[in-house]
């Protein structure tokens, strides 16, 4: 997002307040995304959650995103938090379905709508 666009952050914010938000599209570098807009501190205790879990070969990473699921949150946001997020169309080699939780930097978003 090379200008700023308040009314994507008043969304993230009210996101942030409320716990969940809409579901989100976006344009980022010429993918286009969509998934549900989570909470920063809700995205990343479900990711510690995940990665957590008893037997996971990554569960050492886990405490990583329970730090960041502690942390203030900064205003403005740098980042939105998609769940259940898809690929829609875009030339990357992103898989279709890319998984649970992305994580989209603002200055990478060009276009957006919620639904």
């Known amino acids: 997002m090379t200008v700023r666009d308040d009314l994507l952050i008043d969304l993230i914010n009210r996101t942030e307040m409320e716990g969940a938000g809409p579901r989100i599209t976006v344009v980022t570098e010429g993918s286009v995304l969509t998934g549900r807009l989570a909470a920063q501190r809700h995205w990343a205790a479900r990711v510690a959650g995940r ?51 992305f994580r989209v930097p603002l200055t990478a978003v060009s276009a957006w709508s919620a639904r």
């Open 51 to 101: 990665l957590g879990d008893e037997g996971m070969p990554d569960q050492r990473f886990a405490e990583d995103f329970a730090r960041q699921a502690a942390e203030p949150l900064e205003y403005p946001p740098a980042f939105l938090h998609l769940q259940g997020c898809q690929l829609i169309s875009g030339a990357s080699s992103l898989p279709a379905a890319l998984g649970e939780f």
